[in-house]
């Protein structure tokens, strides 16, 4: 006979005196655990088929015995739940103060480890119980530790029931450290062991940098990370926009070398500490003229204190440049520094207009290659530069060429030209699909974004 279940919080709200028969191996809480929790409604826990159960919780696994039981159940049509629904229950209803004192009391880490691992609880009070956590540091590859990242990365990282391998890559830490917007969980997340990570170019990072390079860290979690003393540490806080300018101030006055390149590639530097880092290696110099705001009054600095042109010329990479130290730029003698402007997708179409009226071969294939460069003047390099190979590769990879104009470059029927084509997404697909029959612009059209989209609809990816 069918019959409605009733919810399981009213259950216990009005079996005062009765019994709850659970079923199977534990979960996140305790035996001792769940009889307090169930001690609120006067409910006792039972594990044997009795007399006053009105209701059995039932862990997803069950030997035949417990099986037989739970049958046995429905056919007295006594109510059945499964244990991740009363853990649920028992989760939104815990009392965080009283909890962490209780732990911090006893500092019971196999509590906390199994605390940690329930996906019920709030973010908040997972991350204080994450930062009491003890790692088991002499141990590289412990398997509690191992649960606990995978409980975290499982908590904040979307995975796919086809994904789970993800929660098994250090790659998936990584990610986490540098898209979390909580400090909380920052704060919590430097308590882990600092593992490196391979970044592109072979070149390592420890999870510590990774910390200290996301700009949602706050006061707090800037303290913990001074107080390892870590160099490396130091360094990425030292690029980060959201830090403090007198804190900023104060690695400045180390004048160490990875420090002031650090400073110069922060935006958040004020002008004084700009006028300070021009006067430091080629290095540090190179990085404030590619990474900071370019003002009128940092322009004249620049002017008075960088003297190599091949440096100077690095300010052409800038992507904030003030209009008005742009006008200024646009009649430099320095073709170097020419060259970068217009091969700076940022340059307003009225500045390259007026470099290309200036009428210098030099910068003709940096104009053709960026897609900021106004129509007419690709149009005007199509027509009389026709026979500069290096003109029609930048035309054949801007994505701002005329679809004519692409045409006319397909029918050149030239390699070169063909894998400048290969990587232009606005290159008509008929053409894209015709290059894939060619070994050689593999890698070419992998980079194409229209090639991908195409290739990936087909699939039904």
């Not at 804190?247 to 590639?265: T, V, Y």
């Not at 003297?307 to 646009?330: M, P, R």
Request: aromatic share 8%; net charge negative; with cysteine.
């Amino acid at each position: 006979m069918a019959y409605a279940k009733m919810e399981l919080d009213a259950l216990l709200r009005e079996s005062e005196g009765a019994k709850v028969l659970f079923l199977g191996k534990e979960g996140v809480f305790t035996k001792a655990e769940t009889e307090r929790y169930l001690k609120r409604y006067g409910i006792a826990r039972t594990e044997n088929f009795e007399t006053g159960v009105v209701g059995v919780i039932e862990h997803h696994r069950l030997n035949p015995v417990e099986e037989d039981i739970s049958s046995l159940a429905y056919e007295q049509n006594i109510p059945r739940y499964k244990l991740a629904e009363f853990e649920k229950l028992l989760s939104e209803n815990i009392d965080d103060d009283q909890l962490l004192m209780g732990i911090k009391l006893s500092n019971d880490q196999e509590r906390i480890f199994r605390l940690i691992k329930n996906g019920h609880l709030n973010d908040a009070l997972f991350v204080k119980l994450l930062d009491m956590y003890c790692w088991h540091h002499d141990d590289e590859d412990n398997m509690q530790d191992r649960e606990v990242i995978m409980a975290t990365l499982r908590r904040y990282i979307k995975i796919k029931p086809n994904e789970e391998d993800l929660l098994y890559s250090p790659l998936t830490l990584n990610r986490l450290s540098r898209e979390a917007t909580d400090p909380r969980l920052l704060y919590a997340l430097i308590g882990f062991q600092n593992i490196s990570f391979l970044q592109k170019g072979k070149q390592k990072i420890t999870l510590h940098e990774i910390i200290a390079a996301n700009r949602h860290i706050n006061q707090t979690v800037v303290s913990r990370l001074l107080s390892l003393r870590d160099e490396g540490v130091d360094m990425y806080l030292a690029c980060n926009e959201s830090l403090d300018p007198a804190l900023l101030q104060k690695f400045a006055q180390r004048d160490s070398r990875a420090i002031n390149e650090a400073l110069a590639s922060n935006s958040n530097i004020d002008d004084a500490m700009f006028f300070s880092l021009l006067g430091k290696t080629s290095d540090t110099v190179k990085l404030l003229l590619w990474y900071q705001p370019i003002t009128m009054q940092r322009y004249l600095w620049i002017k008075e204190k960088v003297t190599d042109k091949v440096l100077f010329a690095s300010l052409g990479d800038n992507k904030h440049i003030a209009q008005e130290v742009l006008q200024a730029l646009q009649e430099d003698e320095n073709n170097a520094l020419l060259e970068r402007l217009c091969t700076n997708n940022t340059v307003p179409p009225l500045v390259l207009k007026t470099i290309f009226e200036r009428k210098i071969p030099q910068v003709y294939p940096f104009l053709a290659k960026n897609i900021s460069t106004p129509v007419c003047i690709l149009e005007e390099l199509y027509e009389k530069q026709g026979e500069n190979v290096e003109i029609l590769k930048s035309l054949a990879s801007n994505a701002s060429t005329p679809q004519k104009i692409l045409y006319s470059l397909y029918e050149r029927d030239q390699f070169e030209i063909n894998e400048a084509l290969a990587s232009n997404p606005s290159t008509p697909l008929e053409f894209l699909n015709i290059f894939k029959i060619d070994t050689r612009l593999r890698n070419a059209l992998t980079a194409n974004e229209t090639f991908v989209a195409s290739i990936t609809q087909s699939l039904g990816l």
